[in-house]
């Protein structure tokens, strides 16, 4: 299994005005070649009366085959810089598109450059970040005593409960970082002083948020 990789959750949108020109930033995580194309097109059809809709995107776990486009502005000013801000985050999995409808006042090679490299930082500062790491999924079983115990002890040490079943008893379904599957689990058994049946299911790469 390959090792652990920083990405985004979901969408996110941000918007700034540069010397009258409007830049919309659009992030989303993307999983494959096929989806970050499928992205591209949705947002320039979505903005398809803009200037510009230039693009960026990772779209692999590894890195291989980035991807950019100035989509009509001077060469090296918008793609590269939108690429070189997710490379230097160090993101994977991702999509960027950055929309601009011209303002009428020509901001040069350098202002371009400075225009979308800053409208994808500020997006992906404002982005939620996720973690993608091997987890380890179980069933945690305990008595209705114990729900507020466990659920406590879950929100405290970063487990991410997939579901709930309540039944005779309640079985929690939950994926911890397969790191700290062994001390996660000791721990927990202590805390409910062995009143906790836990039965694992399976390992997968989990995107815990950072």
């Not at 906790?196 to 399976?202: C, D, E, F, G, S």
């Amino acid at each position: 299994m390959a090792q652990s990789y920083l990405s985004l959750s979901g969408e996110c949108v941000t918007q700034k005005v540069i010397e009258k020109s409007k830049f919309i930033a659009t992030s989303r995580h993307v999983c494959g070649e096929e989806e970050a194309r499928a992205f591209i097109a949705e947002i320039s059809k979505k903005y398809s009366d803009a200037t510009h809709n230039c693009y960026a995107y990772i779209s692999d776990n590894l890195g291989n085959f980035p991807r950019f486009s100035d989509d009509g502005e001077p060469q090296g000013t918008a793609g590269m810089p939108m690429l070189e801000v997710l490379k230097n985050n160090k993101l994977y999995e991702v999509a960027v598109v950055v929309t601009r409808y011209f303002g009428g006042i020509k901001l040069g090679a350098g202002g371009l450059v400075r225009a979308y490299a800053g409208a994808v930082a500020e997006n992906i500062a404002a982005a939620q970040k996720v973690l993608y790491e091997t987890c380890s999924e179980s069933v945690y079983t305990v008595d209705y005593s114990n729900v507020d115990g466990i659920m406590k002890f879950f929100a405290e040490h970063g487990a991410d409960v997939i579901s709930t079943e309540y039944l005779g008893e309640v079985h929690f379904t939950a994926a911890i970082k397969k790191s700290v599957e062994e001390q996660f689990n000791a721990a927990l058994i202590n805390t409910l002083n062995g009143r906790v049946r836990i039965k694992k299911l399976r390992e997968y790469f989990f995107p815990f948020k950072v």
